[in-house]
Every structure is written in C-alpha cells, then in structure tokens.
C-alpha cells in the first residue's frame, strides 16, 4: 500500500485552483459570446455556468480527484454533486456579495474577491469529500477481495 504525502491536500487544492481558473474563463468566454449573439445575459449566465461547470467535473475528475485503484465511480451521481457543489457556492457569492456591497459598502468591483476566499474553500472541501469522496455517491471497490497482487 502506497504511503500518502502530507503535500497531497495542497497539492490537490493547488490543482482545483487551475481548473478553476479555466472554468472561469470558459465560463466568462461562453456568457460573452452570448452577450455578442444578443441572448439575454441571464440565459447567457446561465449557459457559461452550465458549460463551465462541465469543464469544472471532467477536469476535477480526471486530474485532481482521480479514481483510486479498484474504485468506481457513478459518473451521474458525481456529476449531480459537482452541480450542486457549485450552485450552493453559487447562491452564497450571491448573497455575499449583496452583504458585501449593500452592507459593508465595499466596493463592487472589490466584492467578488473577497467572495473567492469563502467559496474557493468550501467548493474544494464540498468536491472533495462530497462529489468526488471514495466510498460515497455509489463509488465502491471492485471487490472486497484483495486480489493476489494486493496487500491485504
């Protein structure tokens, strides 16, 4: 059995942080195109939120929480939960902002920053050990047997 590195968490996090970065900007990209074709900027909202938020599961699935050996993964489920995961952290930059703006007075365009050290985190942890966390959302190992090659 391989030992763990005690950088892995950061490490993982460091990871989230690029596919967040691309889903940003995916997701900025969609909504602009959609503003230059004259869809309403709520559906285009909308629309780069759903189609980052693709990009944000296939990513974080396939190099930042991969599947451990033996493991398997219901990709419906998981991906239901990484919808959720980024809805909650959606709805609460929302009403963060509004507390931020409306009720600190912080400047508009300050605001969304300090959003990002709130739903950063919590997305990470919410991916983490909810949307992607072995053992849960159907994942289970192949068998309860190890195998020959396996320790047990």
């Given at each position: 059995?391989?030992?763990?590195?005690?950088?892995?968490?950061?490490?993982?996090?460091?990871?989230?942080?690029?596919?967040?970065?691309?889903?940003?900007?995916?997701?900025?990209?969609?909504?602009?195109?959609?503003?230059?074709?004259?869809?309403?900027?709520?559906?285009?909202?909308?629309?780069?939120?759903?189609?980052?938020?693709i990009n944000a599961y296939f990513w974080n699935n396939r190099y930042v929480f991969r599947q451990k050996e033996g493991e398997i993964r219901d990709t419906k489920k998981s991906l239901a939960k990484v919808f959720v995961s980024y809805g909650v952290t959606l709805g609460l930059s929302t009403a963060l902002l509004a507390f931020w703006v409306d009720g600190l007075h912080i400047s508009e365009k300050a605001a969304p920053i300090l959003n990002l050290l709130v739903t950063i985190p919590l997305n990470f942890v919410l991916n983490k050990f909810w949307a992607f966390g072995s053992g849960r959302n159907g994942q289970q190992k192949k068998s309860a047997m190890p195998g020959p090659m396996e320790e047990q």
């Open positions: 059995m391989q030992e763990k590195s005690g950088w892995e968490p950061f490490i993982q996090f460091v990871k989230f942080g690029f596919v967040g970065v691309s889903n940003t900007l995916i997701s900025m990209a969609v909504y602009y195109i959609c503003l230059a074709l004259r869809i309403h900027y709520i559906a285009a909202n909308t629309l780069g939120f759903v189609i980052g938020t």
